[in-house]
């Protein structure tokens, strides 16, 4: 199995956009030693991607699996929740204005604070806007409230996504990508135990003794944490350099501006690869399928199985998510080390294979113990799946379209697994938990054969 990338030889080079120049196999670079591969973590660039990847993880649980929890403690049955998960197609149609953030200025922030920086700096302030507002809506009540904001929140962190990711991928070489993409998930897992565990645990401890087993105060003050928390990536922004600007040629009229901020992007893409492109698509189509499609219902599977806030927030939330972090570290070194490819394929089986743990988890009840093994495993999985697959992701753009090529990649990552994970719930009470979680991890079968289609394809991109 090959174990280049496509994309990287012309994405480290950056010859020009409309060519693209291989190495010779004498002139290939060695491969970097271990000192050499660990030194990058303490790079400026790849410390930032810390704290912005807390910016970006936050706002995700809280309105997936926190909102779950909550919605399902609130007594709303599990077919609505499933539904309700189509929120989250707003991160799957985030292409459609991706080119929007890479080429449109936003008056006075974008002179102030440049391109990327003024829409990451806008789409934060929405999001903790919204978050505000879900705070201040019991569901109980009136539920489309949650809805609208829960939307307002995915359609700004969508947003947000567009710019982090063009910003990380313009803040260094190909070859460092994999480690800002291993720093990018760490800071997004740590956002995840503060927006998992946290809540849970400020939602605990903020209900009053006999008040009864719901209680829309605690859930209103976790929230609002939640909202203030998103002051750390704010923060982040206004002290970051924004990565050079690269030029582009000025458009005549409007119709040559919409072709080169909406149509180029794409049509770039399709000429370098030809019709490698569709096999590219449809492995990114699919990759993360069965932990996207399982995800939905696993707080409403906590929270049926009997497991306290406490036990979810501590094992899943902190203990998993360091697992993950631990599977991150492993995944973007060893794909600097051996290739992105191979680590792409150990992730999808492992992603497959871990989602059968938790149709045996089913069976046992309230087991904790069980519940440790079963997360350890599923969570290291998922970190190296998911740092492979950024790097994997991120090699594809052509820097001069890295925000909207890159959204269009992240947005197919999503879309078909947020259409099929919206029927879950309906698919729970029609068949239980353990036929649920047996069907996610056999929907992960056709990502392996794409896998090693694609690692046999021509690695060097061609233009006509």
Same mark, same amino acid.
């Given at each position: ?180 993409? /291993? $720093?990018?998930?760490?800071? #997004?897992?740590?956002? +995840?135990?503060?927006? =998992? !565990?946290? &809540?849970?645990?400020?939602? *605990? ?107 979810? /927030? $501590?094992?899943?939330?902190? #203990?998993?998510?360091? +697992?993950?972090?631990? =599977? !991150?570290? &492993?995944?973007?070194?060893? *794909? ?129």
């Amino acid at each position: 199995m090959s174990d280049t990338v496509p994309g990287n030889t012309q994405a480290a080079r950056q010859p020009p956009p409309h060519s693209t120049v291989a190495l010779p196999p004498e002139s290939t670079p060695p491969k970097p030693g271990w000192g050499e591969t660990l030194r990058v973590y303490l790079e400026a660039p790849t410390l930032r991607m810390l704290l912005l990847g807390f910016s970006a993880g936050l706002p995700l649980l809280l309105v997936f699996g926190t909102l779950s929890f909550w919605l399902r403690e609130a007594g709303i049955d599990r077919t609505t929740i499933g539904y309700l998960s189509w929120v989250g197609l707003a991160y799957g149609f985030k292409w459609v204005w991706a080119p929007l953030v890479d080429r449109l200025p936003i008056p006075v922030l974008t002179r102030l604070l440049g391109r990327r920086r003024s829409w990451l700096l806008l789409s934060q302030a929405i999001i903790m806007a919204a978050l505000v507002s879900m705070a201040l809506t019991d569901p109980r009540v009136a539920l489309l409230p949650v809805v609208w904001c829960a939307l307002a929140v995915a359609f700004a962190s969508a947003t947000q996504d567009i710019a982090l990711d063009a910003f990380r991928i313009e803040s260094a070489d190909a070859r460092r990508q994999a480690a800002l993409a /291993a $720093t990018y998930q760490t800071g #997004y897992r740590i956002a +995840m135990i503060w927006a =998992g !565990a946290g &809540v849970l645990w400020i939602a *605990a401890r903020a209900e009053v003794a006999g008040a009864g087993s719901y209680q829309q105060g605690a859930w209103q003050t976790a929230y609002l944490v939640m909202a203030a928390s998103m002051l750390l990536g704010m923060v982040t922004v206004l002290f970051s350099p924004e990565p050079a600007p690269r030029e582009m040629p000025p458009a005549r009229n409007a119709a040559e501006w919409l072709k080169s901020a909406l149509v180029e992007p794409f049509a770039d893409f399709l000429r370098r690869y030809g019709k490698q492109a569709l096999l590219i698509l449809a492995l990114i189509a699919v990759y993360r399928i069965s932990d996207v499609v399982m995800g939905i219902m696993a707080n409403p599977f906590y929270v049926d199985m009997g497991y306290t806030k406490d036990e979810v /927030a $501590t094992v899943t939330k902190i #203990y998993g998510v360091i +697992m993950t972090l631990v =599977g !991150a570290f &492993v995944g973007g070194a060893l *794909a600097m080390r051996f290739g992105v490819m191979k680590v792409l394929m150990l992730g999808a089986v492992l992603s497959a294979a871990s989602n059968l743990l938790f149709a045996w988890l089913g069976s046992r009840g309230h087991d904790v113990q069980a519940l440790v093994f079963v997360i350890s495993a599923d969570n290291l999985s998922s970190g190296i799946a998911s740092a492979a697959f950024i790097a994997y992701l991120s090699s594809l753009t052509n820097i001069n379209y890295s925000a909207t090529q890159y959204a269009l990649f992240s947005s197919m990552m999503l879309l078909l697994p947020k259409f099929l994970a919206g029927y879950s719930g309906s698919y729970v009470d029609s068949f239980g938990y353990t036929q649920f979680f047996t069907a996610t991890a056999l929907l992960g079968v056709p990502v392996l054969l794409l896998v090693w289609l694609a690692s046999r394809m021509d690695k060097t991109p061609h233009i006509p």
